[in-house]
């Protein structure tokens, strides 16, 4: 939701709240009008006086309680508005960093075979690269799901194939095919695992 938006509606809260504390306001002025005027009232205009002041004590009421439904109205949708405001800037880069995650698997991929080179300069700048690669997707609310030996959970796992091991117990992650990242908490790749049967 855009900012223009949420001040547009704050404006429209704000005026119809201050309608309602205006037409509070004139009440009460008119009830003190009445109530300093002193002139002999005989006793039929004594009940009607009892009954109006009734009347507008229960409009004032009404109009307190409406008041107050929208100043709670108003302050939920300022909450809700910081919430989603929150949340934008949380997961703002959520896709361009669900791309960079296969550049990072195919950099990891490559570290793992840069050591046959026969150019060890060559393997320890990869190596270097891919750590800094990796601590900067960290600084960033990235983090790797940890998984092998798990429980398999549908949340944080995506099952491609069974295995059978007499080293895990069945329903447990056996291996991990590609590895699954969350992003502060939420999972944007699940880890595809094999389970064991």
């Known amino acids: 939701m855009s900012n223009k938006r949420i001040d ?4 429209i ?23 300093s005027s002193e002139e002999e009232v ?10 109006k002041d009734n009347e507008k004590g229960k409009t004032e009421e009404n109009l307190q309680n409406q008041y107050l439904r929208l100043v709670a109205d108003y302050q939920n949708l300022k909450r809700r508005t910081e919430k989603e405001k929150t949340d934008i800037y949380a997961f703002a880069n ?7 995650l296969n550049v990072l698997d195919n950099f990891e991929r490559a570290t793992l075979h840069i050591e046959e080179s026969p150019d060890k300069n060559l393997a320890n700048g990869m190596k270097m690269i891919y750590k800094q690669f ?24 995506h099952a491609v194939s069974t295995d059978s091991s007499s080293e895990l117990e069945s329903g447990k992650v056996s291996e991990v095919l590609q590895k699954g990242y969350s992003l502060r908490n939420k999972v944007i790749r699940p880890a595809m695992v094999k389970v064991v049967e």
């Open 8 to 11: 547009e509606r704050d404006e």
């Open 94 to 100: 959520e896709k361009i960093i669900i791309d960079l």
């Open 134 to 157: 990796k601590e900067v997707m960290e600084k960033n609310g990235v983090s790797e799901i940890v998984t092998t030996g798990e429980d398999f959970d549908t949340k944080y796992h």
């Open 13 to 35: 809260i704000r005026k119809t709240a201050q309608k309602d504390i205006d037409e509070e306001q004139a009440i009460i002025e008119e009830n003190e009008k009445e109530n």
């Open 42 to 51: 005989n006793e039929d205009e004594l009940k009607e006086s009892k009954e």
